[in-house]
C-alpha cells in the first residue's frame, strides 16, 4: 500500500503566495482576481491531494509538482529546470530591450527579479554541485 | 539497460502495481524500468534485487549483454 507524500516545498510555497494574495485582493477590493486566486487554491488542493495520494496518472503528478518517486522526482527535475533557464533568458531579453529603447532606465521590478533569477541560480549551482 | 524486471514480475504473478507498491514507486515507474525507457538508481536497484532475491547484475545488465533466458 502506497504511503500519502509530504506536501513539496515548491507547493507549500505556492498555496501561501496564493491564499495571502486571495486574502489581499478581497481586502484590498480587487473581487474578480480573489475569486480566480481562491479558485486557483482549491484546484491545486485538490491536485495536490490526489498526487501525495499517488492517484492519477505520473503526468498529473508531475504536473502538480507533487512527485511520487525517484523518476517522476527527475521529471520535475528536468522539467522545471528548463523553465529556470527560459525564465532567465526572458527576463534578460526584456531587461536588455528596456535598456535599449528606454535610454537605459529599466523597470526595477524587471532588474531586481533578475538579480534574485541570477543569485538563485548562483546558490542553486552550488548546492547541486556539492550534493552532486 | 536491459533488465529482467518483467520476467521475474510475471513468473510471480505480480502486477505492475503491486509491485510498484511493495517497492514505494508507482505502476508507472515499474512500466518504465520493464520497457528499458528508465534507468534506476543504485538504491532503487539494489531494492528490486532484494525483492526478487537475485543479485544486481542479474537483474540488470547492458544492452550489449545477453541476460538469463537470451541464451
Known sequence: ?132 | MDNEVRRLRTERGLSQAALGAALGVSRQTINSLEAGRYDPSLPLAILLARFFATPVESLFHLPDESGPGRG
Open chain 1, 1 to 132: 500500500m502506497h504511503t500519502t507524500r509530504p506536501i513539496s516545498w515548491f507547493n507549500r510555497v505556492l498555496l501561501t503566495v496564493l491564499v495571502a494574495g486571495a486574502v489581499w485582493c478581497a481586502v484590498t477590493g480587487v473581487w474578480l482576481l480573489a475569486v480566480v486566486l481562491a479558485a486557483a487554491v482549491a484546484y491545486l488542493g485538490l491536485s495536490i491531494a490526489r498526487a501525495r495520494r499517488g492517484s492519477g496518472s505520473d503526468r498529473s503528478r508531475v504536473n502538480a509538482v507533487q512527485p511520487f518517486d525517484e523518476r517522476e522526482r527527475d521529471a520535475s527535475t528536468r522539467a522545471l529546470a528548463l523553465v529556470g533557464q527560459t525564465s532567465i533568458i526572458a527576463l534578460m531579453s526584456i531587461f536588455i530591450a528596456q535598456a535599449a529603447t528606454r535610454d537605459g532606465r529599466v523597470d526595477p521590478v524587471v532588474a531586481g527579479v533578475l538579480i534574485v533569477l541570477a543569485a538563485v541560480w548562483g546558490v542553486g549551482i552550488q548546492v547541486a554541485v556539492r550534493r552532486g
